[in-house]
């Protein structure tokens, strides 16, 4: 899956959708998309994270008390 990193505009191809979508995981692991060479993996913030249409990304995805909050 690609989502885009907030603070440098670039995709970053996510390798474990499982801990994308695990609310008690602060970071996924990730490739810049980025150049003709493959880019070394490495760990991204989620809060740093949007799809590439600039949508965040689900609160169920980041908050590990989404079904208690109130709003």
Same mark, same amino acid.
Request: hydrophobic letters at 30%.
């Given at each position: 899956?690609?989502?885009?990193?907030?603070?440098?505009?670039?995709?970053?191809?996510?390798?474990?959708?499982?801990?994308?979508?695990?609310?008690?995981?602060?970071?996924?692991?990730?490739?810049?998309?980025?150049?003709?060479?493959?880019?070394?993996? #490495?760990?991204?913030?989620? #809060?740093?994270?949007?799809?590439?249409?600039?949508?965040?990304?689900?609160?169920?995805?980041?908050?590990?008390?989404?079904?208690?909050?109130?709003?």
């Amino acid at each position: 899956m690609l989502l885009q990193d907030k603070q440098s505009g670039s995709l970053v191809e996510v390798l474990d959708i499982e801990e994308l979508i695990m609310p008690t995981k602060d970071s996924v692991p990730g490739q810049i998309q980025g150049g003709e060479e493959e880019q070394d993996p #490495e760990s991204y913030a989620k #809060e740093r994270l949007v799809f590439p249409s600039g949508e965040s990304l689900p609160r169920c995805w980041v908050d590990p008390d989404y079904r208690n909050a109130k709003g």
